[in-house]
């Protein structure tokens, strides 16, 4: 069963940090510093076949569709690095509309600096669970616990918080209106 596990040596997976938002840089960066930052952060996280994880052009885009506030004098702060951070990753799941509606609920509630810090340890949490074979994560219901079981299971998972979003979203955008 832990085959893949294996073959894969999550060990940095599960032991993977992303920088606090006391940890990022104290001083305003440019667009290229951005990109190479954040891409030193998330490295681990990226798909081998992705090529273009972060360009200035999306970053750009982000801006414009009012994901992320315009730089000052072409130089972004910490407060951009956390939420391009969260965008990058949470791109592979969710719509740039949902990750909006997602940041503005969470910072609605808290400040920017608690709200990022939370979602950099519930990532973190969450990777130890998928990555780690003995984790406890819920007992599998299969037959026979295999690498394919645990896969369906997991993107079950997967699923099923994702809908659990979808739902969260639309009770509060119906809040809201």
Do not use: W
């Amino acid at each position: 069963m832990n085959d893949f596990i294996t073959a894969m040596q999550p060990q940095d997976i599960v032991r993977f940090t992303l920088p606090r938002y006391s940890e990022l840089p104290a001083m305003d960066l440019y667009m290229d510093q951005v990109i190479s930052s954040i891409e030193g952060y998330v490295s681990l996280l990226i798909p081998q076949n992705e090529k273009t994880f972060l360009t200035g052009t999306m970053i750009a885009n982000y801006v414009k569709q009012g994901i992320v506030t315009p730089p000052r004098k072409k130089k972004y702060n910490k407060n951009h690095l956390a939420y391009l951070i969260v965008v990058c990753l949470l791109k592979h799941v969710f719509s740039m509309s949902q990750i909006c509606d997602l940041i503005q609920a969470h910072i609605d509630r808290y400040p920017t600096d608690v709200a990022y810090d939370y979602f950099c340890t519930e990532l973190e949490k969450a990777l130890r669970e998928v990555f780690s074979p003995d984790s406890a994560h819920g007992e599998s219901l299969a037959m026979q616990v295999t690498e394919e079981s645990e896969m369906v299971r997991k993107a079950v998972l997967s699923y099923a918080n994702y809908v659990y979003i979808e739902q969260y979203l639309l009770f509060r955008n119906n809040l809201h209106k």
